[in-house]
C-alpha cells in the first residue's frame, strides 16, 4: 500500500505557508475596488516555493520547495492570471517517483540514493525577462527558461556553454539603460568551493565579460549591486563546511567570529583590481540600490545587526536571536587607503524586499519601495515608499489580518519621471486563505489602492519578480533601452 501524501503537522506548512500544490489559469480576474489603468499593459512575472511533496526529514527551511510560477498579464484594463511548476529535473524525478527525494536544504548528502548526482535546482526564487528568455532562478543552480506566454518549461539555460560556473544569482542586476543583465555565482565550482565569478550578458544575451576571483571563505551571497562603474559583492560571515554538509549539517553556518568583507570590482575590470573593505559581523538578504558619488561609493541595503537566516546556526548548533533589518547605507572611500567603511541608517522603521525604479539601478536615485515592520509583527507587513532626498517615508497597510508581499514598480510610460508610476504587489489575506492584487500610485500611496483585483485562490509567499512590459515581450527589447539608444543617437548627431 502507497504511503500518504501528508504534509508534517508543523509550522513551516501550517496557515499560509501550507503548500498549494495547484498550477491554475483563470481568464479576467475580478476588480472590487477602483479600476486598472488602461494604460498598465504588460505582465507581472513572480516566483516562489511550493512544496511539491512531504519534505523528506520530516521539516525544512521555508526558502525550500519547488518552484512555483505566477504570471499576471495586464491588457487593457483585464488581468489574466495563470500559475505553472518549473517542471525541472527535481520535479520530474519526484513526480515519477510521487515522493520526496532530496533531503535537506542544499545538502546532497541527504538525498536519497535514486537521485545521486541529479540536479538539485529548485528554481523558486526569482523571474527574470532579458534577451528574449524569461528566466526561472534560484542561486543553487543554473537558470531555467520557461515560456512567458504559456510558463512552460523549455530548458536549462547557460548561454549557449559561455557560462561555466555550476550556478547564477537569483538577484541579477538589469542596466535598462544599456540593456546589459550583470550576474555573478558563488561557490561557482561546486558546494564549498570559494570559486566566485562575474558575468556582463548583452541585451541580445551574449556573454561579453567574466571574472573570477576567490572568496575569503566558502559563502552565502543571495544579492549583490552595480553602479554605472563598480561592482559591489558583500561577504557576510555565512559559510559552507564540506565536512559538515556530508556529516549530513546545514548548508550553511553563521560565523559571528568573521568580519563582513565586500569586494568592489570595476564593471569592466579584473580579479587583481578588487578593493576589498572590511567591517563587523552583519548580513543582508537584499540591496536597494548602489550609486557612485565622487570618489566613494554607497550601498543601500537591509542590514541586520547579526544574522538575517538565523535558522542556519552557529557551528555549535545554535540558532541565532532575530534582529531587525534596518535599511542602510554603506559608504567607501575608493581615493583612500583604507579599508573601512562607514554606516548610516536611511529609515526610521524596519523594511525588507526593497525595491527601485528599475530604471535608475546603479545611477542616482530618490525613491525606494519596500516592506515595512510595525512594532507589532502581528499586524502584519505594509508597503513603503521612501524619498531618500527628504527622509520622508510613507506607508500603506493592507488591513486586518492582511500582510504584502515584495512591491514591483512600474513607469507610467518609458520616459515618465523617476518614481511616476504604479507599485503592484499581491496581499495575503490570511483569514480568507486567498490573495489579493494591488495597484497604488507610487506617488501617493497613502491614498490607498488605484485598483484591488481578487484572487479566488492563494498564492503562497512569492520572493521576487518583475514587471515586463508588453513592447518588450513583442520586441524583444526594453522600451527604456530603446529609448536610451535615440536619446545617445541624437546626441552624436
Known amino acids: 500500500m502507497a504511503e500518504p501524501i501528508r504534509f508534517p503537522d508543523v509550522p513551516t506548512y501550517q496557515g499560509w505557508g501550507a503548500p498549494v500544490r495547484l498550477e491554475s489559469e483563470l481568464r ?3 476588480v472590487i475596488q477602483g479600476a486598472v489603468p488602461a494604460d498598465l499593459n504588460g505582465t507581472l512575472y513572480r516566483c516562489g516555493p511550493d512544496p511539491q511533496y512531504p519534505p523528506m526529514q520530516g521539516d525544512s527551511v521555508f526558502i525550500d520547495g519547488e518552484g512555483l510560477v505566477s504570471m499576471f498579464r495586464f491588457d487593457h484594463g483585464h488581468v489574466d492570471f495563470r500559475t505553472r ?21 542544499r545538502n546532497r548528502y541527504t538525498n536519497d540514493p535514486s537521485v545521486a548526482g541529479a540536479n538539485m535546482g529548485t528554481a523558486n526564487t526569482n ?42 544569482t537569483a538577484h541579477p542586476k538589469l542596466d535598462l539603460g544599456t540593456g546589459e543583465l550583470l550576474t555573478f555565482s558563488y561557490q561557482a565550482k561546486g558546494d564549498a568551493t570559494t570559486d566566485v565569478a562575474f558575468y556582463t550578458i548583452d541585451r541580445d544575451g551574449k556573454v561579453r565579460h567574466e ?22 559583492i558583500p561577504f557576510f560571515p555565512l559559510a559552507t563546511d564540506l565536512a559538515v554538509i556530508k556529516a549530513g549539517g546545514p548548508f550553511y553556518q553563521w560565523h559571528p567570529e568573521r568580519e563582513t568583507m565586500v569586494a568592489v570590482i570595476p564593471r569592466r575590470g579584473t580579479a587583481d583590481q578588487i578593493r576589498w573593505f572590511r567591517g563587523p559581523a552583519t548580513s543582508a538578504g537584499h540591496m536597494l540600490n548602489a550609486i557612485d558619488d565622487g570618489t566613494k561609493l554607497h550601498l543601500d541595503l537591509c542590514l541586520y545587526a547579526g544574522n538575517c537566516f538565523p535558522f542556519f546556526p552557529t557551528p555549535d548548533g545554535k540558532e541565532t ?56 509583527r502581528a499586524q502584519g507587513s505594509m508597503i513603503g515608499h521612501l524619498d531618500l532626498a527628504t527622509g520622508k517615508l510613507e506607508t500603506w497597510h493592507p488591513g486586518e489580518a492582511s500582510s504584502m508581499q515584495e512591491p514591483c514598480f512600474v513607469p507610467r510610460h518609458p520616459d515618465a519621471a523617476e518614481g511616476d508610476g ?54 524583444g527589447q526594453y522600451p527604456y533601452t530603446l529609448l536610451q539608444d535615440a536619446k545617445l543617437a541624437e546626441a552624436r548627431a
Request: glycine share 6%.
Open 127 to 168: 523571474a527574470i525577462w532579458h534577451g528574449g528568455k524569461l528566466l526561472i532562478l534560484k542561486e543553487d543552480s543554473l537558470p531555467w527558461e520557461v515560456d512567458p506566454d504559456t510558463l512552460e518549461t523549455l530548458r536549462q539555460w547557460d548561454y549557449d556553454g559561455a557560462v561555466t560556473a555550476v550556478s547564477l
Open 85 to 105: 511548476y518549473v517542471h525541472n529535473e527535481r520535479f520530474k524525478r519526484q513526480e515519477e517517483s510521487r515522493r520526496s527525494l532530496f533531503g535537506r536544504y
Open 28 to 30: 479576467d480576474l475580478e
Open 321 to 376: 536571536a532575530p534582529v531587525p533589518p534596518l535599511l542602510t547605507r554603506m559608504t567607501f572611500d575608493l581615493a583612500g587607503n583604507g579599508d573601512g567603511y562607514t554606516t548610516t541608517q536611511l529609515s526610521p522603521m524596519p523594511c525588507e524586499m526593497p525595491r527601485t525604479d528599475d530604471r535608475f539601478q546603479g545611477r542616482p536615485y530618490r525613491h525606494g519601495y519596500m516592506m515595512c515592520f510595525g512594532p507589532d
Open 422 to 475: 504604479y507599485l503592484i504587489a499581491l496581499v495575503n489575506r490570511m483569514k480568507e486563505m486567498r490573495s489579493d492584487l494591488v495597484i497604488l500610485d507610487a506617488q501617493n500611496i497613502t491614498a490607498g489602492p488605484v485598483a484591488l483585483i481578487k484572487l479566488p485562490t492563494r498564492v503562497r509567499s512569492t520572493f521576487h519578480g518583475m514587471w515586463v512590459p508588453a513592447q518588450a515581450l513583442a520586441t
Open 211 to 232: 571574472i573570477w576571483f576567490n572568496a575569503p571563505w566558502a559563502p552565502m551571497v543571495h544579492d549583490f549591486a552595480v553602479t554605472e562603474t563598480h561592482v559591489v
